[in-house]
């Protein structure tokens, strides 16, 4: 099975920049006073900062809903996440993804493919997790057969053992990664620490690369987490095709505050070998 996923981009190993959007209306940590425009507001200014210091594409993502729906998302997340993303969209001239915390992968979907996003993130395409939600469990027979109904030209990025969670099964990562490659037909495959911010343990990037390419699958392997300007070389070297960062591009590396160009180009700097 090969994958167009690196297609999308205009880089060999493309950097992905996080937009953790702020608590949407029906969150209990919604700010009311700041009301919608304020999110969308910080939204543009993340998105626009991720493109002026370099990075290959955006994740958009409803980061601040915690505590999240397991699966299935009330209608207003997704006519929120659907109106913030056309506004980002229209903003930026990148690759866009859409990432729907915590698992639902057809609002995700439907989002992406109503606004002319890339891909979606899918943080449990296959098998089984415990997570503070309780057991998710993949919907890939459902996710790949809508975007067939619907004639979405949105790639599937799905994680192998997601942050936050503990697998239910198939806890050898190399088996978890050809599941989700083969049986699942993800386009390509993240590979994470054990929370947000976290470091990926590159002998598992190491066994994930390598487990697809003994079978021959063109699937690109990502790195999701703790991707850091002295780290991600090593990433690459692990057999990373790319990989996705958010807290090391936040001001004071702190994951809820604002993308920092500085950041940005620092790690894109370093990604691209000029640092």
Known sequence: MDSDFLDRFDAARPVLGMV????LPGAPGYDADG?????????????????AGGVDGIV????????????????????????????????????IGINVLRNDAEAALSVAAAVGAEFVRVNGHVGAAATDQGVLEG??????????????????????HVKHATPVGADDVRRAALEAAERGRADGLVVSGPGT????????VE?????????????????GSGVAPETVRDCFAAG????????????GGE?????????????????????
Request: net charge negative; no cysteine.
């Open 240 to 251: 990373a095709d790319g990989v996705v960062v958010g807290t090391a591009l936040k001001e």
């Open 139 to 160: 919907r890939a027979h459902e996710t790949l057969r809508l975007r067939e109904r619907i004639d979405a030209d949105v790639a599937v990025l799905a994680d192998v």
């Open 207 to 223: 066994r994930v690369a390598g487990a697809l390419s003994d079978r021959g699958l063109g699937v690109p392997t990502f790195v």
């Open 255 to 275: 994951t809820t505050n604002p993308v920092s160009r500085e950041r940005v180009a620092a790690l894109v700097a370093a990604a691209r070998g000029d640092a």
């Open 197 to 204: 911010g976290a470091a990926t343990a590159l002998e598992d």
């Open 20 to 23: 953790h959007l702020p608590a």
């Open 60 to 95: 958009l993502e409803n980061f601040g809903d915690a505590p999240f729906h397991p699966e299935d998302v009330p209608t207003h997340t997704v006519a929120e996440m659907a109106a913030i993303a056309t506004r980002v969209a229209g903003a930026v001239d990148l690759p």
């Open 35 to 51: 009301g919608r425009e304020s999110i969308r507001r910080r939204a543009l200014a993340d998105a626009r900062t991720l493109e």
